[in-house]
C-alpha cells in the first residue's frame, strides 16, 4: 500500500486505554500525534487510575460493553478515518470489536496500525493471561504494520527469547511476522550480536530490511513504545518512507528517554514528554538508518 498523504488534518481512531499516570497511552499519544498535527479521535478500551508496571492498587474499568455503541454512533455520524491505530486492550473480546471497527471504516487507503501491547521484558502485562495471544494473533493479520517489542514478537511467532539475535534470527522473526498478515513488521527494542539496542524491519512488498541504531540509556521508562508508534504513525501519514518514519521516532524517543534520565525522575513516571514534545520537527534533522 501507497501512504500518501491526502488530507489537510489527517483523522486517526485511536484505540487504547486512558490510564491517569504515568504517562503512557492516550496520555501520551494524544499530544504526540497532535502535535504532528494530526486529529486523533480517542475510542477508549479501558480507563485506569494509572499504567500496570510499577504502580500498586490501580484502578481498572474495562470499556468493552461501551465500544459497540461508541462506533456505532460515529458510523451514523459518517466519520472517516485516514488511520485506524490500537495498542493496550481492556479484554480479549475488543478485539472481534476492532476487527468489525476495521470493516466497518476502513478503505483501501485507510493505514491500520496495531501495536500488540501485552508483554515486555520476558512476561505479560498484569491484565492479560496467555489465551490473549491468540487473540491478538487473529488482530495483527488485519494489520498493516504491527510494532511488539521483542517479548511480544517471540509470544506471536511461540519462539524463545534470546539474550542477543543474529542478522539470520532478525531477519526470520520479522518475516514471520508478515507471514501473520501485515505488510510490514516492526520490532521496537532489540539486542543484536553487534548492536546494544536497535530497531528493527521489514517490508514484505519491497522485501527490504531496515535497521535504526538506538542511543543506550540504563532504563524502561513505561509510556515509550507508545510514543514511538505515535511517531511512526504521525510520520507515515506525513509521507515519509519506512525507514525514515522509524528513524524519526527513535530520535524523538531517544531525546525523550537522555531528557528524562537528566532530572532522574522516577521510571514508573513515564518520560518528561511535556519538556521535549516542541522538538518533534516535521524535517528530520538526521538520518541514520541502515539496510539489514
Ligand atoms: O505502554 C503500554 C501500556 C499501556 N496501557 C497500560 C499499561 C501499559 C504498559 O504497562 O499498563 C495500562
Known amino acids: 500500500m501507497n501512504i500518501v498523504k491526502k488530507s489537510i488534518i489527517p483523522r486517526i481512531a485511536a484505540i487504547h486505554d486512558m490510564s491517569g499516570f504515568g504517562r503512557c497511552s492516550l496520555s501520551v499519544i494524544i499530544p504526540t500525534l497532535s502535535s504532528m498535527g494530526m486529529q486523533v479521535c480517542p475510542l477508549p478500551t479501558a480507563v485506569l487510575s494509572t499504567h500496570t508496571g510499577g504502580f500498586e492498587g ?31 486492550l481492556g479484554s480479549a473480546e475488543q478485539i472481534d470489536i476492532i476487527m468489525s471497527f476495521i470493516d466497518d471504516f476502513g478503505k483501501e487507503d485507510t493505514l491500520v496500525v ?34 511488539p517489542n521483542i517479548t511480544e514478537a517471540s509470544f506471536l511467532l511461540g519462539c524463545a527469547f534470546k539474550d542477543s539475535y543474529s542478522r539470520e534470527d532478525v531477519k526470520k522473526m520479522l518475516k514471520d511476522l508478515c507471514s501473520l498478515g501485515p505488510k510490514t513488521a516492526v520490532i521496537t527494542s532489540m539486542v543484536m550480536e553487534d548492536a546494544k539496542n536497535c530497531v528493527v ?11 535504526v541504531m538506538c542511543d543506550y540509556i540504563p532504563a524502561e521508562y513505561p509510556g515509550t513504545g507508545d510514543i514511538f508508534t505515535s511517531v511512526l504513525t504521525g510520520a507515515l501519514l506525513e509521507g515519509d518512507s519506512l525507514p525514515v518514519a522509524i528513524d524519526r521516532a527513535v530520535n524523538f524517543v531517544s531525546i525523550a528517554i537522555r531528557t528524562t534520565f537528566g532530572y532522574n525522575t522516577p521510571v514508573r513516571e513515564g518520560v518528561v514528554l511535556e519538556k521535549v514534545l516542541h522538538t518533534l520537527s516535521k524535517t528530520p534533522e538526521r538520518i541514520k538508518y541502515e539496510l539489514l
Open 201 to 211: 524491519a521489514y517490508d514484505k512488498e519491497d522485501e527490504r530490511f531496515w535497521r
Open 58 to 88: 490501580y484502578t481498572f474499568v474495562d470499556l468493552t460493553d461501551t465500544m459497540k455503541d461508541y462506533y456505532k454512533h460515529w458510523k451514523e455520524l459518517g466519520i472517516d478515518f485516514d488511520c485506524i491505530y490500537s495498542g493496550f
Open 114 to 147: 496495531v501495536d500488540p501491547v501485552f508483554a515486555d521484558s520476558g512476561r505479560l502485562y498484569d491484565t492479560f493471561s496467555a489465551d490473549f495471544i491468540g487473540h491478538m494473533k487473529r488482530l495483527v493479520s488485519h494489520a498493516h504494520i504491527i510494532t
